[in-house]
C-alpha cells in the first residue's frame, strides 16, 4: 500500500517561518513534490526533490530524506497571501502522483 | 497559451445521468491524469494518459472511463452518476512522462453535484 501523513492544520503569524512535514510510504517512489491550493482554486506547482537534500526556490525550501521516508517544505517571512492548504505528493513511475489530505496553513497578522 | 481547460465549470447531474467532463491543454504535453478532491481532502488519481492512445487507471477508477486520441485533449466519461461521485475534478498535464519536467499544470476544475 502507499500513505502520505500530514498535518492537517498550521498556524503563524506574519513575517514567522513554518515547516510543514510530509512522512510517506509507497513502492517504486521517484520523488516529492509540494503543491499550494488556495481556497477554490486549482493546486499550483511549488517545488520537487529527487534527490536527498534541501531544494530553495525564493521564499519557498523544500527537503527530502529518502531513507527516511520524510520531506518538509518550510515557508520563511510569511505573508498573508501565504494562507492556503499545502499538499505533498509522490511521484511514482509514468508520473503518477499520488497526493496527501493537505495542510492548511492560516497566516495571521 | 491558454495552459489546460475544463468544461463546463459546474454541473449538476441526476443519478443514472452520464455525461463528458472536458480537458484540454494546448502546451503540447504528453501526460494527463484526472484527479478528484472532495472537501478537506487531498486530490485522488481517477485515470491519466502517457501519450496520445494511452491510458491506464489510477487510484479510483470505478465508474469513469477515460480516451486519449489526440495529445490535446483527455475526456473524462461518467458512465451512470452516482451520488458519491460529487465532487470536483481536477485535469491536469505535464511535459514528459519520463525525466525533465516535474511540474504538472492544473486546469480550473470541475465542480459537480449528483442528486
Known amino acids: 500500500g502507499q500513505s502520505l501523513e500530514q498535518p492537517s492544520e498550521v498556524t503563524a503569524v506574519e513575517g514567522a517561518i513554518v515547516q510543514i512535514n510530509c512522512t510517506y510510504q509507497?513502492?517504486?517512489?521517484?520523488?516529492l513534490s509540494w503543491y499550494q491550493q488556495h481556497d477554490g482554486g486549482a493546486p499550483t506547482f511549488l517545488s520537487y526533490?529527487?534527490?536527498?537534500g534541501l531544494e530553495e526556490t525564493g521564499r519557498f525550501s523544500s527537503f527530502l530524506s529518502r531513507s527516511d521516508s520524510y520531506g518538509y517544505l518550510l515557508l520563511q517571512e510569511l505573508q498573508m497571501k501565504d494562507s492556503a492548504s499545502y499538499f505533498c505528493?509522490?511521484?511514482?513511475?509514468?508520473?503518477?502522483?499520488?497526493f496527501g489530505t493537505g495542510t492548511r496553513l492560516q497566516v495571521f497578522p | 497559451n491558454a495552459g489546460v481547460t475544463q468544461t463546463p465549470k459546474f454541473q449538476v447531474l441526476k443519478t443514472g445521468q452520464s455525461m463528458t467532463l472536458q480537458c484540454a491543454q494546448d502546451?503540447?504535453?504528453?501526460?494527463m491524469s484526472w484527479y478528484r478532491q472532495d472537501p478537506g481532502m487531498g486530490l485522488r488519481l481517477i485515470h491519466y494518459?502517457?501519450?496520445?492512445?494511452?491510458?491506464d487507471q489510477g487510484e479510483v477508477p470505478n465508474g469513469y472511463n477515460v480516451s486519449r486520441s489526440t495529445t490535446e485533449d483527455f475526456p473524462l466519461r461518467l458512465l451512470s452518476a452516482a451520488p458519491s461521485q460529487t465532487s470536483v475534478y481536477f485535469c491536469a498535464s505535464s511535459y514528459s512522462s519520463s525525466g525533465g519536467d516535474r511540474e504538472q499544470f492544473f486546469g480550473p476544475g470541475t465542480r459537480l453535484t449528483v442528486l
Open positions: 526533490n529527487a534527490l536527498d
Open positions: 509507497t513502492s517504486g517512489f521517484y520523488g
Open positions: 505528493a509522490v511521484r511514482r513511475k509514468a508520473d503518477k502522483l499520488i
Open positions: 494518459s502517457v501519450g496520445a492512445g494511452i491510458t
Open positions: 502546451m503540447n504535453h504528453e501526460y
